[in-house]
């Protein structure tokens, strides 16, 4: 999912937003927060049981995106 929607809106996997656009921030606060330093986080809470599903998210190639505190396990 959010492959996909960082690829709309122009947002690499380190948050930086990379587009070429306006169009692509038009409603870039629906799925992201504004970040200190031009970086966008995603709106999100990522809850699992199981810890190894986390770090496997948190190892990814967008695991950089999340802050650690939206992980809930």
Known sequence: F?????E???VD?????SGDSQT???KID???NDA??????PRAILVDLEPG????VR???????????????
Not at 13 to 17: L, V
Not at 59 to 65: K, M, R
């Open 13 to 17: 996997p380190t948050g930086s937003y």
């Open 2 to 6: 959010w492959e996909v929607i960082s």
């Open 24 to 26: 692509q921030l038009d």
């Open 59 to 73: 190892s990814g190639v967008y695991g950089q995106l999340f802050r650690p505190d939206n992980f809930v396990f």
């Open 36 to 41: 200190t330093g031009g970086k966008y986080v």
């Open 53 to 56: 599903t986390m770090d496997s």
């Open 30 to 32: 629906v799925y992201y």
């Open 8 to 10: 709309e809106h122009g």
